[in-house]
């Protein structure tokens, strides 16, 4: 059953086995506070600690994913570099949390991402955009950089030569180009974006939760690591996963030897 709104800044509910958070204050753009911060932070906690969750959808109201950071937080952050620094380095770690979380975190971009926005979208594992999307930093517009890992994930999704023009010009994607230049997994008319997702997770909500985060982990771990040590760190992942006797892979051999679906939490 769908959870009531709990938050300031955003509702949750879980359904089917998937967790959805929705920013929801269109008339800002969905522009990020550090109540915004707070509020996704504690959906990351409830879905690490519910073990029936396959999946986590991100998404905005109205036409905005995020229009980046608040205004009036801006301007304040530039008066105090202080609470700046502050700022960035929870940013940071919103974005390492959904990293880390156990299930696929997917962003259901249905209008503007831009700015922190955009980091948090990029953070992400998966990327599900409206055709008439609009995706970048737009930083660099008005003489500002990134700041929330753009520049360290842009790169990895799309290559160095793609991010730096992206980065460098500022301009804003399509979700036709985000998806043709793999930064989007797929993208599609805003009508049919809900539809889209739905498929998406249909796909995730049967597998085992510990398969999932332990895939999540072989991946992000090996980026950056030359090929033999990450061979290595996929190696010491899969030990893990199948060491408890009561482990989900074994489970998964003895329902696939008998003919029958798995049964996991």
């Not at 930064?183 to 049967?206: F, G, K, M, N, Y």
Request: glycine share 8%.
């Amino acid at each position: 059953m769908a959870e009531p709104p709990s938050h300031a800044t955003l509702n949750y509910s879980v359904r089917d086995r998937v967790a959805y958070a929705t920013l929801c204050l269109p008339e800002t753009g969905n522009a990020v506070t550090e109540q915004t911060l707070d509020d996704i932070n504690d959906v990351v906690a409830r879905v690490q600690h519910d073990a029936t969750v396959r999946a986590l959808v991100l998404s905005g109201q109205g036409d905005a994913f995020s229009s980046g950071m608040d205004a009036d937080m801006l301007a304040t952050l530039y008066s105090d570099i202080e609470f700046y620094e502050h700022i960035l380095t929870r940013v940071a770690a919103l974005g390492l949390s959904l990293e880390a979380l156990d299930v696929p975190v997917i962003a259901a971009v249905n209008g503007t991402a831009t700015e922190v926005g955009f980091d948090l979208v990029l953070a992400c594992d998966l990327i599900v955009i409206a055709d008439e999307a609009k995706i970048g930093d737009g930083r660099s517009m008005f003489g500002r950089v990134p700041g929330g890992g753009a520049t360290v994930r842009l790169p990895r999704a799309v290559g160095v030569v793609h991010a730096r023009e992206i980065l460098f010009s500022g301009r804003m994607l399509t979700g036709t180009e985000a998806a043709a230049l793999g930064l989007a997994l797929r993208s599609v008319p805003a009508a049919q974006l809900d539809a889209a997702v739905t498929e998406l997770t249909a796909t995730l909500i049967a597998k085992s939760r510990s398969a999932l985060a332990t895939i999540k982990r072989q991946i992000n771990g090996s980026l950056g690591l030359d090929t033999p040590s990450a061979i290595e760190h996929e190696r010491s992942e899969i030990i893990k996963h199948v060491s408890d006797p009561h482990s989900d892979a074994v489970e998964g051999l003895r329902a696939d030897r008998e003919g029958r679906p798995p049964s996991w939490a």
